[in-house]
């Protein structure tokens, strides 16, 4: 009997898999920190093959990035089953280059729910589970900023009980773009062990992906705060400010239909 899944549990219908089949369309909010820290401890997240940004790229630069998200396959099941398609995540940006290319490269991320855990190891993501909060805008009442001048938003991280990092964007008004860090084609690998543990990979490549048929709402931008903490677990650490860029606002639509082997 075939079974189905993306990419597991497999079975003869496909149902249970935690991942539907692909187109996924995602839309959410992010807020970003952007900051700058040393390059030398930006170098050590990288593997041999990847090279820092040059010089003149800002190869100290980091995004970290808060998003609150929400998922669905082609078919839209996950919108009438809400708790299948909500998620939050934090992830942590550099830009990188691989055979003469400027990319973007996620090298800490969090999640909050295991269909984005998993969905994140299908496309090379190093994602593990955190505890991840932002402030949300509104429209109406007391309950939240507005996205006007003045807006204070916050941003909390959690793992293992510890507190990894908060933060804090002021927005000062509307701006081109929520960023430049998090703003090319992402370069990730994608390793798995062989089941002998004898520390050769069964899987190691080296992919690249972009978002399709992409929409953006304003972009707004400000101050922002951003401490990091220590945790015996964790080495989001050692990338310490040294300088804060500024921080930004943005709702962001997105598709993702697969990406590009570069190499096996």
Same mark, same amino acid.
Request: hydrophobic fraction near 40%; charged fraction near 25%; aromatic fraction near 10%.
């Given at each position: ?12 219908? +496909? ?14 909010? $992010? ?22 940004? %040059?010089?003149? &790229? ?5 995004? =970290?990035?808060?998003?609150?998200? *929400?998922?669905?396959?082609?078919? +839209? !099941? ?6 299948? !398609? *909500?998620? %939050? ?8 280059? =691989?055979?003469? *290319? ?5 090298? @800490? #991320?969090?999640?909050?729910?295991? @269909? ?10 190093? %994602? %593990? ?23 204070? =938003?916050?941003?909390?991280? !959690? !793992? ?10 002021? $927005? ?19 390793? @798995? ?10 899987? &190691? ?9 992409? &929409? ?10 951003? &401490? $990091? ?14 300088? #804060? #860029? ?6 962001? +639509? ?11």
């Amino acid at each position: 009997m075939n079974v189905r899944g993306l990419p597991f549990p497999r079975t003869s219908t +496909g149902r249970a898999s935690l991942l539907p089949p692909p187109p996924w369309h995602y839309s959410g909010d $992010l807020l970003t920190v952007e900051f700058r820290t040393d390059p030398d401890a930006v170098r050590a997240l990288l593997p041999d093959e990847v090279s820092l940004a %040059k010089d003149d &790229e800002d190869p100290g630069a980091v995004a =970290f990035v808060w998003a609150d998200w *929400q998922s669905c396959g082609p078919d +839209g !099941a996950e919108l009438l089953d809400p708790v299948r !398609a *909500q998620y %939050k995540e934090a992830f942590v940006v550099v830009r990188c280059r =691989f055979r003469g *290319q400027l990319y973007s490269r996620c090298v @800490f #991320i969090w999640v909050d729910r295991d @269909f984005a855990l998993v969905r994140g190891y299908l496309q090379g993501y190093p %994602k %593990k589970l955190g505890s991840i909060h932002q402030t949300r805008p509104v429209t109406v009442g007391r309950g939240g900023p507005r996205l006007a001048p003045g807006a204070v =938003f916050a941003m909390t991280l !959690a !793992a293992n009980d510890r507190r990894l990092a908060q933060a804090t964007v002021t $927005l000062a008004g509307e701006s081109e773009t929520n960023g430049f860090v998090n703003a090319h084609a992402m370069l990730h690998h994608r390793w @798995f062990p062989r089941i002998e543990l004898n520390g050769t990979d069964s899987m &190691e490549e080296v992919v690249t992906m972009s978002g399709r048929d992409v &929409e953006l709402g304003p972009a707004y931008s400000g101050t922002a705060t951003l &401490e $990091l903490f220590d945790s015996p677990s964790e080495e989001l650490a050692d990338l310490t400010p040294r300088e #804060i #860029i500024g921080g930004y606002f943005r709702s962001v +639509g997105t598709t993702f239909y697969g990406g590009t082997t570069l190499k096996e």
